[in-house]
């Protein structure tokens, strides 16, 4: 059975760079947010059950999702947010399956989502990596990168899962504090897994 390892971490944390650097040491990765969004424009199913249950106006006049209004319907409301999350995790990690296959010779995958739980938890995961930066970094990089106003971020942190809880199911952290090399981490812990 091919070795599946999770990567997460709090907006702004560095997944996508410690992805990046991952996949320049020949790393294949699952990038479960790309793929939902693809998986939601793309899976007539998907958008039928999208559109049952939050509406047309879930899909723009040309079909493609419309994720800022969909993220303004679920934002106060946990139960409709729930419900989307039925529709279209269980997609994703179908999807996730039939990736895997392709990749029988990959020393391990890597499988980034913003969403974990800690490895073996109702997951596939052999180990997870969290990647950890300070919150105010964190603001400071999402700023920079998306153009959203402090509290429009803060909004967001709010509503992940804390770094504390995040850290009790790391099996590698990786610091991106700008403090400690990231490559540096990246290259041992290629090496720790491939072990």
Known sequence: MQKVIGITGGIGSGKSLVCKVFSILGIPIYDADSRAKLLMNNDLEM???IQKLLGEQSYTSSGEYNRTWVASQVFNNPELLKQLNAIVHPRVRQDSQSWIQKYPKAPFLLYEAALMKAAGD????????VVNAPIDLRIKRVRHRDKRTEQEIKDIIDRQISDEERLLFADYVIENDEKHPVLEQVLRLYQEILQ
């Open 47 to 49: 958008k039928d059950l």
């Open 122 to 129: 109702g997951n596939f995961f052999d180990k997870v990596i």
